[in-house]
């Protein structure tokens, strides 16, 4: 299994959204992302991982707005969704469950 791993904590979010554009905005990247990184729901995470919790803040020219978590420890990687190959609709939607 690969996992997530930032020296100053994971940052997670429940976000799911297959919309290059509004994820840069919500997450307030400097940047459109390249991947969707996730798969694994909030109640699946140890409350015990959480340092923090909050909404993204503004940046970047970026609105924020989205969920923000920031884990003590790496988080498991079960699927990454390349931006650049969509085919059909978006989704926007959460993984609180």
Request: aromatic residues 12%; without cysteine.
């Amino acid at each position: 299994m690969i996992y997530s791993y930032n020296p100053q904590g994971t940052y997670w979010t429940t976000l799911l959204t297959d919309d290059q554009s509004y994820a840069q905005q919500v997450l307030s990247l400097p940047n459109p992302p390249l991947y969707r990184i996730g798969g694994i729901a909030l109640k699946d995470i140890d409350p015990n991982l959480i340092k923090r919790r909050g909404i993204v803040a503004p940046a970047y020219g970026q609105p924020g707005g989205a969920d923000e978590i920031l884990l003590n420890g790496p988080v498991p990687i079960f699927s990454i969704f390349d931006f650049n190959r969509i085919v059909g609709k978006s989704i926007v939607g959460s993984f609180l469950s």
